[in-house]
């Protein structure tokens, strides 16, 4: 029932039509208090429109500044993005013209249902396990590895995925997330607050030609970019650790293109 309909009638009645002979004075301020309320509510949901307005306004602007940098952003010369949907892409004409030695996933993870959700942005779909379980990785790779970017609810899951996929878990690298100041950049969690990303390393078959050993370092320390954009040092390792490669990266991103990988997404 609208706060209209629950005013008594006579609330709606202009202050001239009443008579004064026949209205007591506890009735009138009666009436007058309740005017006198609704004023106020008027007041306060004028005040939450506007607030919405500007939220929403700040959202148009925000669009506005992402398609413009989408318009001058420039794609490293020798990257090999691919704009489709992992899910029906054609894989099969992929790994019938090249096998590749170290192949990148970042999966758009299926969060739990308790999970919270306060300050945290999802930019992209996400998708059940089984569809993540269906992507055909054992065709893309006889030998070599693959690395896989895991939120913690899904470390049993990632690691059923490497099994599935033929790989053995061989190493893990943690990601410290900083600020511009170098401070760790927390962020939330269930139970508590979440300032590393792990992605896991599973290796299938024999090394990759020209693979290197006890390379680089399985901590990462880098600034938290752009939402979902992993660290550059990532990428780095890995061509540390298999000069020369061939590089695939499933679920990438335009901020993630490199020269020389071939990205694949539906955000390119």
């Given amino acids: ?158 690691f059923e995925l490497m099994e599935k996929w033929g790989y053995t878990y061989v190493d893990d690298i943690t990601w410290v997330k900083q600020t511009v100041n170098r401070r760790m950049a927390k962020g939330h969690g269930y139970y508590l607050q979440h300032a590393k990303e792990t992605c896991l390393v599973g290796k299938k078959g024999e090394d990759p030609p020209g693979c290197r050993h006890s390379v680089g370092s399985d901590v990462i320390f880098s600034e938290r970019r752009g939402q979902s954009q992993k660290p550059e040092e990532l990428y780095e390792l890995i061509e540390e650790l298999v000069p020369d490669g061939k590089y695939l990266e499933i679920f990438g991103r335009k901020n993630n293109l490199r020269d020389y990988w071939v990205t694949i997404g539906n955000e390119l």
């Fill in 1 to 158: 029932m609208s706060s209209r309909e629950s005013t008594p009638s006579s609330i709606l009645m202009d202050r001239d039509d009443f008579d004064e002979t026949t209205v007591s004075d506890g009735t009138l301020k009666s009436l007058l208090k309740q005017e006198s309320e609704l004023h106020l509510q008027i007041d306060a949901l004028q005040i939450e429109i506007a607030t919405l307005e500007e939220k929403l306004g700040k959202q148009e602007k925000g669009d506005e500044l992402d398609e413009q940098d989408l318009e001058e952003f420039e794609a490293p010369e020798w990257c090999v993005p691919i704009k489709a949907n992992v899910m029906n892409f054609d894989w099969d004409s992929l790994a019938a013209e090249v096998q590749f030695d170290v192949i990148v996933t970042d999966p758009p993870w299926q969060l739990a249902t308790h999970a919270p959700t306060r300050g945290v942005a999802i930019a992209y779909q996400q998708l059940p396990d089984i569809c993540i379980e269906d992507i055909p990785v054992p065709k893309l790779q006889k030998n070599g590895f693959i690395f896989i970017w895991v939120i913690n609810n899904k470390y049993a899951k990632a």
